[in-house]
C-alpha cells in the first residue's frame, strides 16, 4: 500500500511540475504606431463612431483584428482603429500613449459630443486639470477654430470622458514625437504564443526547477522514512535475540548473548 501512495505521489509532482513549466503559455502583447495623421480611435468598427484622431507616432496595444480594424485599447480606453492607418510593430514602447493635459482660462463644460447643443456632462472651472486624448473637428464656435479635445475629469472616485473646445483651453502641453520604433510584423503574428517558461532566463529558470524540486525531495523523503526506521528496527530487533543451543532434551542461551 505504502509503494502505491508513493508512485501515485511521483506522478502527483510530475503532472504539477510539468502544468508549471511546460505547458504555461501566454499571448505575446503587440502594439501598433500611429505613423500617420488622420489616425482615428473609434467606438465601434466604423467610421460613424470616430471619438477622436490618436495624436501622431503614438501607440495603441492591439488585441484582435475585426474586418478593416484593429480592436485596441488605449490609455485605458477600449475601441477600433483601422489596419491601414497604424504600423503593428514587434516590440513593447517605453511611453505608448501621450501624456498631455492642459487647464481652461475660462470656467466651461464637458460635453458628450464636440458640439455646444449635446449633453452637459458635467461642469468645468479654471483651477482643474484635465487629461487630453485627443483632437476631433466639432461646432464651429469661433472664426479660427473648431477644434475640440476628447478629454477626461477625475472628480473623486468618478471617471467623466467628453469633449471641451479648444478656444476655453489654456496652452496644450507640449506633446513631443515619439521616437520608438520596432520590427512592422503582419497581423498574423497576433496568434503566436510563447512559452512562459522557454522566455525565462536561465539562471530564473534553473530556480524554478530547484524550487519545484526541493518540495517534490522533501515530500518523497517523509514519505519513505517511516517505512526505512521500521525496517531498521525490526532488524536490531532480530540481531538482539539471544542465540538458543540445542541439547538433547532442551535448549539453553548462549551466556554471551545475555
Same mark, same amino acid.
Given at each position: ?10 506522478l %502527483? ?23 500617420t ?39 485605458? @480606453? ?5 489596419? &491601414?492607418?497604424?504600423?503593428?510593430m $514587434?516590440?513593447t ?31 468645468l472651472?479654471?483651477? %482643474? ?16 477654430? $473648431? ?18 473646445f479648444s ?6 502641453? $507640449? ?32 530556480? @524554478? ?10 515530500i ?11 525496517? %531498521? ?19 539453553e542461551? &548462549?551466556?554471551?548473548?545475555?
Amino acid at each position: 500500500m505504502r509503494k502505491i501512495i508513493i508512485y501515485v505521489a511521483i506522478l %502527483m509532482l510530475i503532472m504539477l511540475s510539468s502544468n508549471s513549466i511546460t505547458y504555461a503559455e501566454v499571448e505575446k502583447v503587440f502594439y501598433a504606431k500611429a505613423t500617420t495623421s488622420g489616425t482615428c480611435f473609434c467606438e465601434t468598427p466604423s467610421e460613424n463612431s470616430v471619438l477622436f484622431e490618436i495624436p501622431t507616432s503614438y501607440f495603441v496595444q492591439v488585441e484582435y483584428v475585426v474586418d478593416d480594424y484593429y480592436k485596441v485599447s488605449y490609455d485605458g @480606453l477600449q475601441g477600433y482603429v483601422k489596419k &491601414d492607418k497604424v504600423s503593428l510593430m $514587434n516590440g513593447t514602447p517605453t511611453t505608448p500613449y501621450a501624456q498631455a493635459t492642459f487647464k481652461l482660462f475660462v470656467p466651461y463644460s464637458l460635453y458628450q459630443s464636440p458640439s455646444q447643443t449635446s449633453l452637459e456632462i458635467c461642469k468645468l472651472s479654471t483651477d %482643474m486639470t484635465i487629461k487630453y486624448y485627443g483632437a476631433k473637428a466639432g461646432q464651429q464656435l469661433t472664426s479660427k477654430s $473648431n477644434i475640440w479635445y476628447y478629454s477626461s475629469i477625475t472628480d473623486g472616485e468618478n471617471i467623466f470622458y467628453g469633449y471641451v473646445f479648444s478656444g476655453t483651453t489654456d496652452h496644450l502641453s $507640449n506633446i513631443p514625437t515619439n521616437n520608438e520604433s520596432f520590427e512592422i510584423v503582419n497581423e498574423d503574428a497576433l496568434n503566436s504564443t510563447t512559452s512562459e517558461f522557454t522566455a525565462l532566463s536561465t539562471g530564473t529558470k534553473i530556480i @524554478l526547477i530547484i524550487a519545484i524540486s526541493i518540495p517534490s525531495l522533501l515530500i518523497l523523503y517523509f514519505l519513505i522514512k517511516p517505512s526505512r526506521i521500521m525496517q %531498521m528496527n525490526k532488524k536490531k530487533s532480530t540481531d538482539k535475540q539471544p542465540r538458543k543451543i540445542r541439547h538433547k532434551d532442551y535448549f539453553e542461551y &548462549d551466556e554471551n548473548d545475555l
